[in-house]
């Protein structure tokens, strides 16, 4: 199903550099958070609750894509969308099945607003630094 919404581009796989890879994927939230500190500490609560996921759930779903497509703003934006659409879905399945952890309008505000917004922040921000290292490691072999 992936592989017919995110074709393969001519020369695919591509090489993804670790080390830009990681700082671009580590720097997304911390940049955002550092910036937009002001705006009632959101995005300082959204490293908080979202980071884990971001790196565990965003981190693969990323490096799938870029070895198999040129990184384009939007669409690693909505591939983080979609990747926090899915993770909101699964938390929302385990919140029914197990003993309630959070209650389901607090869930749903938390992950699905508040995460939508910060996971097309963070996916904006993750493509910008990946091609500013990578152009940085390009540079340097």
């Known amino acids: 199903m992936l592989n017919r919404l995110v074709p393969r ?17 580590f720097g997304a939230p911390l940049v955002i958070a550092f910036f937009g500190f002001w705006i009632f500490l959101i995005p300082v609560f959204a490293l908080y609750f979202g980071g884990p996921l971001y790196l565990v759930c965003a981190g693969p779903a990323c490096y799938w ?32 099945l197990m003993a309630s952890f959070f209650r389901l309008d607090d869930l749903l505000v938390l992950y699905g607003g508040f995460g939508s917004v910060m996971s097309a922040i963070w996916g904006a921000t993750f493509c ?14």
């Open 9 to 25: 581009q001519s020369g695919a796989p591509f090489a993804v550099p670790p080390v830009a890879f990681i700082c671009a994927l």
């Open 65 to 96: 894509y870029l070895k198999r497509r040129v990184p384009k703003t939007l669409e690693i934006t909505l591939l983080a969308i979609v990747v926090n659409t899915i993770v909101t879905l699964v938390l929302l399945c385990l919140n029914a």
């Open 128 to 141: 910008k630094l990946y091609v500013w290292f990578k152009a940085d490691t390009d540079k340097t072999r």
